[in-house]
């Protein structure tokens, strides 16, 4: 019985690379920290730990709320202020917290007016936190315009949800 290089090295190379194949570490779902996720749904605790990066859009960065604007409007009305303030609450009780505010408009519109407008929409909260106490070094702004829309229909029920101040968490 002869044996060739050529018939040991192709069993061999699959051999390793089943190996390595269950080497990889993708996390599952029964695998995510539970603690830790619920510690970030606990807004006044000590020891925060909300990742960077964590939005209020997904409903991962603690108590944080998006907030939404009448349409062609960065007013904030009693409800965005309700909000709002439901987040200076939440900001004061986290004062390692930093966060960048995004500003969002819905599909119409030109894309230079819509970034103008997200930008206002932005400013609007960032000046209402610093009103309410909240430190300016803590508060960036940004505006995406009608660029990263959370919902993608062509009516006002979409339309409705895009415009809108999300936060994301820049430090913690």
């Given at each position: 019985m002869t044996f060739s290089l050529k018939n040991l090295l192709l069993?061999?190379?699959l051999t390793l690379a089943l190996a390595l194949g269950g080497c990889s570490s993708?996390?599952?779902?029964?695998e995510v920290d539970t603690d830790a996720l619920s510690q970030i749904d606990r807004p006044d605790s000590d020891g925060l730990d909300i990742p960077v990066n964590a939005d209020s859009d997904s409903g991962r960065a603690g108590a944080l709320e998006t907030?939404?604007?009448?349409?062609?409007s960065s007013t904030l009305t009693e409800e965005t202020r309700r909000s709002l303030q439901r987040n200076v609450e939440f900001l004061r009780n986290n004062p390692n917290?930093?966060?960048q505010v995004e500003g969002h408009c819905d599909e119409r519109g030109g894309v230079q007016y819509n970034l103008a407008l997200g930008e206002r929409r932005a400013k609007a909260v960032r000046d209402y936190l610093?009103?309410?106490g909240i430190s300016s070094n803590r508060i960036s702004t940004i505006s995406f315009g009608k660029e990263r829309p959370i919902a993608f229909g062509h009516d006002e029920t979409a339309w409705r949800q895009n415009r809108r101040a999300n936060f994301v968490v820049t430090a913690n």
């Open positions: 069993p061999a190379l993708k996390t599952t779902e029964e907030v939404h604007f009448p349409f062609d917290i930093e966060v610093v009103a309410m």
